[in-house]
């Protein structure tokens, strides 16, 4: 089923098709990455593994010389030239699926080659926030969605059947039936329900935060505390007792009340 490109439910335009070069790009920008980070242990860095794929905290003791990373930028460039290529082709913008090509980040500094930022962390702490995409969404606009997603999952399912993909046949039926079931549930929520508006959720944003002491030559004793978006992989200059945990949740009152979701739509209030 062809999706409407200012269709606001529309995901076409962040997607890209993938040939099998660009995919044996992407193996081999992942490969380099994994032996970078078994040097970086190797050498004395901890690595603490978020719940998300690729996203590590690098810690990193004062006196570590990082591993040479020419591998894993070679790698990267030749991915993301690959795809940014592949983007323009399939008339989308040529930074789509290049975040995934990112270089690790000094948080709070720039990327792995610069210099460490002038903080040693003791800290660390990161927590998740909700992403939602097209603001609120009528009922209708809701349920269409979801239909299509049982459409879409029932297209690439009778593609693996012909292909007698088998090892996938099975996962893949599975995935139809959660679809038909969130669709179904999403019809009787709202057959018994009115005044009732949507938003799709899209996903997590990750959020870390850094508390130490700052070790620049004018900033004795001066703490460090601060916030930003993080990296897939994440470089800190770290204490040798710095310890990564989750945040503490926040007890915040919501003005949204959220009345039923179904897969990543929720209906609220």
Not at 56 to 73: E, F, N, Q
Not at 130 to 136: E, M, N
Not at 147 to 156: A, D, N, S, T, Y
Not at 240 to 261: F, G, I, M, Y
Request: proline share 6%; glycine share 6%; aromatic share 6%.
């Amino acid at each position: 089923m062809a999706e409407n490109m200012d269709d606001p439910l529309s995901v076409q335009q962040w997607l890209v098709t993938l040939d099998p070069d660009t995919k044996a790009a992407y193996r081999m920008m992942r490969e380099a990455e994994d032996e970078w980070l078994e040097a970086a242990e190797a050498v004395g860095c901890k690595l603490a593994a978020l719940p998300h794929d690729r996203r590590i905290v690098v810690l990193v003791p004062p006196g570590i010389k990082l591993p040479d990373h020419t591998a894993m930028v070679a790698t990267r460039a030749t991915y993301t030239t690959m795809i940014g290529e592949i983007a323009a082709e399939q008339g989308k913008r040529r930074t789509v699926g290049t975040r995934s090509g990112s270089l690790p980040h000094w948080v709070g500094g720039e990327a792995i080659g610069g210099e460490p930022p002038a903080y040693l962390a003791t800290r660390v702490r990161w927590r998740t926030q909700a992403a939602y995409r097209s603001g609120q969404l009528t009922p209708e606009q809701a349920i269409d969605y979801l239909l299509r997603r049982v459409r879409r999952q029932e297209e690439v399912l009778a593609k693996a059947e012909e292909q007698y993909r088998h090892d996938r046949v099975e996962r893949l039926t599975e995935a139809v039936e959660r679809a038909e079931h969130e669709y179904q549930d999403a019809q009787d929520f709202l057959s018994r329900n009115t005044s009732i508006k949507a938003r799709l959720r899209s996903g997590d944003a990750y959020k870390i935060s850094v508390y130490g002491k700052a070790t620049a030559d004018d900033a004795e004793k001066q703490t460090v505390s601060f916030s930003a978006s993080l990296p897939s992989i994440a470089l800190v200059p770290a204490a040798p007792d710095c310890v990564v945990e989750p945040a503490p949740h926040r007890n915040r009152a919501s003005t949204v009340r959220v009345l039923k979701t179904c897969g990543n739509v929720e209906f609220i209030q």
